[in-house]
């Protein structure tokens, strides 16, 4: 009975610590890969197809997520996001990135299309580089991962979603874009529709542009939720335009650099 209430004291306690979970949950990153087939050129689909074989970009999106449970991954852990300091203007997050050393979700993108521009590199390399990629930039359009370091991403800001006890991180990674109830070829259909002023802007921002924009987004988010915050009809009310304009730009800006990678 005694090591009964032990584990389940254990378990009550695990239930309630702040953890990373998959930006955007398996639906958002799902949602982010499909909206990029939409807009693979030929070239890119047939190269796509060759390195995934059947698998879509929709699928392998979460591959980075499901092999956390493999110990051998383990170096992987700082590559789904950049912690950035508060109160920085656009040229001091451009010089963050530049100086800072860590792996992180923006340095690790370029690593990835560079081995898939590799010629030499084996299959397998480029099947995870390919499957990495899609991930990381489903992760950056992440506000969350954006975010400060010192409450890890958010994961240690308690609040309550519709009742429920969870964190700001998590509400962000899958709250949100569950709440809508719906499939991620659904809710890519939804949201996929870009002004020609849009696609044209997302597509030809850098990399560094697109973390401002998710710095900015996520120094909102921080101040629209104190901790323990009740969040419910009126968070999503609020948020839910910007949870799609990150899912979709996400999805475009993806398409771009596989574009691009394939020339």
């Known amino acids: 009975m005694k090591q009964f209430k032990k584990l389940f004291f254990l378990i009550a306690i695990l239930a ?85 050393k860590e792996a992180n979700v923006y340095s690790k993108i370029p690593e990835m299309t560079a081995i898939l521009k590799n010629k030499n590199a084996s299959p397998e390399a480029q099947q995870q580089a390919m499957r990495v990629l899609i991930h990381l930039v489903g992760d950056l359009h992440q506000p969350m991962h954006t975010a400060r370091k010192d409450d890890l991403g958010g994961n240690k800001i308690q609040v309550s979603w519709f009742g429920q006890r969870s964190n700001l991180h998590r509400v962000w990674d899958e709250a949100l874009v569950d709440y809508q109830q719906l499939s991620y070829t659904e809710y890519a259909n939804a949201i996929n529709h870009p002004t020609k002023a849009q696609f044209q802007a997302w597509s030809h921002d850098s990399l560094k542009d697109a973390v401002f924009q998710s710095y900015l987004i996520c120094n909102d988010i921080y101040k629209a939720t104190p901790a ?34 394939y020339g």
């Open 16 to 100: 309630y610590l702040p953890f990373n979970v998959s930006a955007w949950g398996i639906t958002g990153h799902r949602i982010v890969g499909q909206i990029a087939d939409f807009y693979l050129n030929a070239k890119a689909r047939k190269a796509v197809k060759k390195v995934l074989g059947t698998e879509s970009l929709a699928m392998a999106s979460n591959w980075p997520d499901f092999i956390k449970s493999d110990t051998s991954y383990n170096y992987m852990g700082s590559w789904h996001y950049v912690n950035l300091p508060e109160g920085l203007d656009q040229q001091g997050v451009f010089s963050f990135l530049d100086s800072f």
């Open 228 to 261: 323990e915050a009740k969040l419910s009809y009126n968070y999503n009310f609020k948020f839910v335009d910007v949870v799609n304009q990150q899912l979709l730009k996400g999805g475009i800006r993806l398409a771009e650099i596989i574009n691009r990678i």
